[in-house]
């Protein structure tokens, strides 16, 4: 039973928004020790899927066909040595895979692997084209195995095709798109987009992560704030470093208002894209930040004003089931138009183990109630369409605002918006 009301169902029912998801994806799994979920859970994927269900989201949004990406399409981005080494895994046994995923940096691999990165990449570029072509105004990709880590010639950090670079390359060779906006707000530095792109004015990439001077994954100093970009791209890279854990809501919302969105509009992007990954929510057991799902949907919003509204937000990580489901929730509310008290309301994960759920909580049977009013102060009072709210971290850090303020002073020669 849908669970957001016949009104709000008949309000939205223009709205153009869609979503990709297939069940294949799942099948990319950790073969090591299957009694241990790697965090990187096939079951992410559903949980999402499943929430945006029961709130009657589905209901009203444009399932987009997957289709695995081909291979010209791959070859724009990453070597021939990369895809032959994917494809090879389909033939290997048991053995030979977990020895070859030895080779790379945090890489699990199975027969399934390579198709299920082809579905990642092709069910984003299927949504991408849809958007950009203006059939749809927005949408959510999700899809696994996730993409911003793997590098033109090698995957790692649990990612084996970048999906958000073919997607970007596909859109501009097919003349659909000349410039693309990617704000990646996982909470690890997408390495590998920032490789692929960093020599490039076409292609603005904004990434906000912990840092941890260069101690936190990918651990190596290219997320750090100096690293601009090359040759026509210097100034395309801006790198968001948080110094240590418990970013907040605030602190994104400040560097949202005073990077983000201004770079972003002096940019004018034909498309946004959003590396999604939902690993800085509250509860998440890597990433140890305090991004609420109020917090996504804030970025959301912001971020719909830009690029004519042209908005898909991609999978990327976030490990915590609970924190996953409902910080997606919480971003599709307002690429919906539904108001933030209508319907389902997403919540701030509990701080449960991705590997000990029971059953029933894997399909969201019987899942206990937390009351979260201390906390949601402002929850009910936001109206996506209208304004976006200060949020329950409502001030940032004075680290995480010293953070944003070099950045920008970094920027300036770059961006006269930012002087």
Same mark, same amino acid.
């Given at each position: 039973?849908?669970?957001?009301?016949?009104?709000?169902? &008949?309000?939205?029912?223009?709205?153009?928004?869609?979503?990709?998801?297939?069940?294949?994806?799942?099948?990319?799994?950790?073969?090591?020790?299957?009694?241990?979920?790697?965090?990187?859970?096939?079951?992410?994927?559903?949980?999402?899927?499943?929430?945006?269900?029961?709130?009657?989201?589905?209901?009203?949004?444009?399932? *987009?066909? *997957?289709?695995?990406?081909?291979?010209?399409?791959?070859?724009?981005?990453?070597?021939?040595?990369?895809?032959?080494?994917?494809?090879?895994?389909?033939?290997?046994?048991?053995?030979? &895979?977990?020895?070859?995923?030895?080779?790379?940096?945090?890489?699990?691999?199975?027969?399934?692997?390579?198709? %299920?990165?082809?579905?990642?990449?092709?069910?984003?570029?299927?949504?991408?084209?849809?958007?950009?072509?203006?059939?749809?105004?927005?949408?959510?990709?999700?899809?696994?195995?996730?993409?911003?880590?793997? %590098?033109?010639? +090698?995957?790692?950090?649990?990612?084996?095709?970048?999906?958000?670079?073919?997607?970007?390359?596909?859109?501009?060779?097919?003349?659909? +798109?000349?410039?693309?906006?990617? +704000?990646?707000?996982?909470?690890?530095?997408?390495?590998?987009?920032?490789?692929?792109?960093?020599?490039?004015?076409?292609?603005?990439?904004?990434?906000?992560?912990?840092?941890?001077?260069?101690? !936190?994954?990918?651990?190596?100093?290219?997320?750090?704030?100096?690293?601009?970009?090359?040759?026509?791209?210097?100034?395309?890279?801006?790198?968001?470093?948080?110094?240590?854990?418990?970013?907040?809501?605030?602190?994104?919302?400040?560097?949202?208002?005073?990077?983000?969105?201004?770079?972003?509009?002096?940019?004018?992007?034909?498309?946004?894209?959003?590396?999604?990954?939902?690993?800085?929510? @509250?509860?998440?057991?890597?990433?140890?930040?305090?991004?609420?799902?109020?917090?996504?949907?804030?970025?959301?919003?912001?971020?719909?004003?830009?690029?004519?509204?042209? #908005?898909?937000?991609?999978?990327?990580?976030?490990?915590? #089931?609970?924190?996953?489901?409902?910080?997606?929730?919480?971003?599709?509310?307002?690429?919906?138009?539904?108001?933030?008290?209508?319907?389902?309301?997403?919540?701030?994960?509990? %701080? !449960?183990?991705?590997?000990?759920?029971?059953?029933?909580? @894997?399909?969201?049977?019987?899942?206990?109630?937390?009351?979260?009013?201390?906390? $949601?102060?402002?929850?009910?009072?936001?109206?996506?369409? =209208?304004?976006?709210?200060?949020?329950?971290?409502?001030?940032?850090?004075? #680290?995480?605002?010293?953070?944003?303020?070099?950045?920008?002073?970094?920027?300036?020669?770059? $961006? =006269?918006?930012?002087?």
């Amino acid at each position: 039973m849908s669970i957001v009301s016949k009104e709000a169902l &008949l309000k939205t029912a223009a709205t153009k928004v869609g979503y990709v998801y297939d069940v294949r994806m799942k099948y990319h799994q950790d073969l090591e020790d299957p009694q241990d979920p790697h965090p990187e859970d096939p079951r992410r994927i559903f949980w999402i899927y499943n929430i945006l269900k029961q709130a009657g989201c589905l209901d009203i949004m444009k399932s *987009v066909d *997957v289709a695995p990406v081909s291979d010209n399409k791959i070859l724009q981005v990453h070597t021939q040595e990369h895809l032959d080494m994917l494809k090879d895994t389909e033939l290997m046994e048991k053995t030979t &895979l977990l020895a070859t995923q030895q080779q790379f940096d945090s890489v699990f691999l199975c027969k399934e692997s390579q198709y %299920c990165a082809r579905m990642s990449s092709g069910g984003l570029l299927a949504l991408c084209q849809e958007v950009a072509a203006g059939r749809l105004n927005s949408g959510l990709a999700i899809i696994r195995p996730p993409g911003h880590h793997a %590098c033109s010639n +090698v995957p790692m950090g649990f990612c084996l095709l970048n999906n958000i670079a073919i997607a970007v390359r596909d859109l501009q060779r097919s003349k659909l +798109v000349r410039k693309v906006m990617v +704000v990646d707000w996982d909470v690890h530095h997408g390495n590998g987009i920032q490789e692929i792109f960093y020599e490039d004015n076409t292609v603005l990439y904004v990434s906000l992560h912990r840092y941890d001077s260069g101690e !936190f994954y990918p651990s190596s100093s290219d997320g750090n704030m100096d690293m601009v970009g090359k040759g026509k791209g210097v100034g395309f890279n801006i790198n968001v470093p948080w110094v240590t854990s418990g970013a907040s809501d605030g602190d994104y919302i400040y560097a949202f208002k005073k990077l983000v969105l201004p770079v972003a509009e002096e940019f004018a992007p034909d498309l946004v894209i959003v590396a999604a990954g939902f690993d800085a929510a @509250i509860c998440d057991p890597i990433g140890e930040c305090d991004v609420s799902p109020q917090g996504y949907a804030c970025m959301t919003s912001m971020l719909q004003a830009i690029g004519n509204g042209k #908005l898909v937000l991609s999978l990327e990580g976030g490990y915590n #089931l609970d924190a996953i489901a409902n910080s997606a929730l919480a971003c599709v509310k307002p690429l919906l138009n539904i108001k933030w008290k209508a319907g389902l309301i997403p919540q701030p994960a509990t %701080c !449960f183990s991705y590997a000990t759920l029971s059953e029933d909580e @894997i399909n969201g049977v019987n899942r206990g109630k937390i009351n979260y009013s201390a906390a $949601w102060k402002t929850a009910g009072k936001w109206d996506p369409a =209208s304004e976006v709210p200060d949020c329950y971290f409502s001030r940032p850090s004075e #680290l995480g605002k010293n953070v944003v303020d070099q950045v920008i002073a970094t920027h300036k020669p770059y $961006w =006269s918006i930012l002087c």
